[in-house]
């Protein structure tokens, strides 16, 4: 008989998935990924499984919070709209860092958590997970609030 698996396995199943599309979307688009690459990314199937468009607009944000990808029906095939805060709409070299981010939420919804959005964001920009996270941290801080 076989062995059982574990909700840890389930786990380390989905972190190897997440750093190997990471991963392969870093081969595609190149080493550097700009804001043009990462909007790309977006409309890629490959690398973001719905469809997502992204809005720089607060309404969906709460205080501190840099980016949410909001479903747009009950099903995750209807979309996702990414609200970006305004305040980095002219500010495109941070892009792939806030939306690297959100890409795993609408690929894998609830089941992902934080750990899981770092590790792809990292893999994807090719920066430890700490070094990532830093980088998170610093823009949310510099956001205008209110």
């Not at 698996?5 to 990924?33: F, M, N, P, S």
């Amino acid at each position: 008989m076989g062995r059982k698996l574990t909700e840890e396995d389930g786990r380390t199943a989905l972190r190897d998935h997440i750093v190997e599309r990471a991963a392969q979307a870093r081969i595609k688009y190149g080493l550097y990924i700009d804001g043009e690459a990462i909007t790309r990314m977006l409309d890629d199937r490959q690398v973001t499984r719905y469809p997502c468009g992204v809005r720089f607009d607060a309404t969906a944000l709460m205080p501190g919070e840099f980016a949410h990808a909001q479903p747009l029906g009950d099903r995750p095939s209807d979309g996702y709209c990414l609200f970006v805060h305004p305040a980095l709409e002219s500010e495109a070299d941070l892009w792939p860092l806030v939306m690297a981010y959100h890409i795993v939420s609408i690929n894998y919804g609830e089941i992902a958590t934080g750990d899981e959005a770092e590790l792809f964001g990292a893999t994807l920009l090719g920066l430890e997970i700490e070094d990532y996270y830093q980088a998170l941290c610093e823009i949310s801080d510099h956001l205008p609030r209110g």
